[in-house]
């Protein structure tokens, strides 16, 4: 099985509106840390924000937030006003133990 | 604080040949991962060092390696270069390689975009 998984390839979003990005994940492991990634064309990746397992309320860094659902093992970014600089690929991720997996992506564009 | 480096950013090699790459971590940090980066198969996991040792490693051919040094700087090493090698490799290091969910991101660098002709 997966270890993680997002369905959605390309989603799109009007500028200054709210945008969700889906994200399961799949884990036996009580103890695990949950992040999100921003890759531009230009491809380095930038962190944008972490959970972790424990976390009891649902982490914000800015303009992110991210929609924990322990039970349902998803783990949502919500991007609020959106800009036309978060166009990019947007990966989930988790670190189980000592290793790191990613999703396959969704690729963002922000509409003017 | 200096980020993650990795050089050269650009390589174009041919079948055949090898190739070393190269990571220096953020300083303070010990742990280096790789990835390999390609539009079909995502983001692959390469292998992981700590502390000069590989602590964990992804399904590649015995053709991929990587070593980690005193400093913690990192190279990993591409021999007998097939095109299917061809891809964005990405290096990240964190604090520590820990069991324990600890807050312990990684950070990326720019990568090296590898073409195999």
Same mark, same amino acid.
């Given at each position: 099985?997966?270890?993680?998984?997002?369905?959605?390839?390309?989603?799109?979003?009007?500028?200054?509106?709210?945008?969700?990005?889906?994200?399961?994940?799949?884990?036996?492991?009580?103890?695990?840390?949950?992040?999100?990634?921003?890759?531009?064309?230009?491809?380095?990746?930038?962190?944008?924000?972490?959970?972790?397992?424990?976390?009891?309320?649902?982490?914000?860094?800015?303009?992110?937030?991210?929609?924990?659902?322990?039970?349902?093992?998803?783990?949502?970014?919500?991007?609020?006003?959106?800009?036309?600089?978060?166009?990019?690929?947007?990966?989930?991720?988790?670190?189980?133990?000592?290793?790191?997996?990613?999703?396959?992506?969704?690729?963002?564009?922000?509409?003017? | 604080?200096?980020?993650? #480096? /990795?050089?050269?950013?650009?390589?174009?090699?041919? @079948?055949?040949?090898?190739?070393?790459? =190269?990571? +220096?971590?953020?300083?303070?940090?010990?742990?280096?991962?790789?990835?390999?980066?390609?539009?079909?198969?995502?983001?692959?996991?390469?292998?992981?060092?700590?502390?000069? #040792? /590989?602590?964990?490693?992804?399904?590649?051919?015995? @053709?991929?390696?990587?070593?980690?040094? =005193?400093? +913690?700087?990192?190279?990993?090493?591409?021999?007998?270069?097939?095109?299917?090698?061809?891809?964005?490799?990405?290096?990240?290091?964190?604090?520590?390689?820990?069991?324990?969910?600890?807050?312990?991101?990684?950070?990326?660098?720019?990568?090296?975009?590898?073409?195999?002709?």
């Amino acid at each position: 099985a997966q270890k993680i998984t997002q369905t959605q390839p390309g989603m799109f979003v009007q500028e200054k509106e709210a945008v969700t990005l889906d994200c399961t994940y799949d884990t036996s492991d009580p103890s695990y840390g949950l992040f999100w990634y921003k890759q531009p064309s230009s491809g380095e990746m930038i962190f944008l924000i972490y959970q972790g397992s424990y976390d009891q309320q649902n982490a914000t860094e800015g303009r992110y937030s991210l929609n924990f659902q322990k039970a349902r093992k998803s783990a949502n970014l919500v991007i609020s006003a959106s800009q036309l600089g978060d166009s990019a690929m947007y990966f989930c991720a988790m670190r189980e133990a000592n290793k790191f997996y990613f999703g396959s992506g969704t690729k963002l564009n922000v509409k003017p | 604080k200096a980020g993650v #480096t /990795q050089t050269p950013r650009y390589l174009i090699k041919t @079948r055949g040949q090898q190739v070393t790459l =190269s990571c +220096s971590p953020i300083s303070g940090h010990r742990s280096v991962s790789w990835y390999q980066q390609t539009p079909g198969q995502g983001l692959q996991f390469l292998f992981e060092y700590f502390s000069e #040792t /590989q602590r964990n490693k992804g399904n590649f051919p015995g @053709r991929f390696s990587g070593r980690q040094f =005193s400093n +913690s700087r990192s190279e990993m090493n591409v021999s007998t270069l097939e095109l299917g090698d061809s891809a964005l490799y990405l290096c990240a290091s964190s604090r520590t390689s820990s069991g324990r969910a600890t807050y312990n991101e990684q950070f990326f660098g720019p990568g090296t975009r590898l073409t195999v002709l």
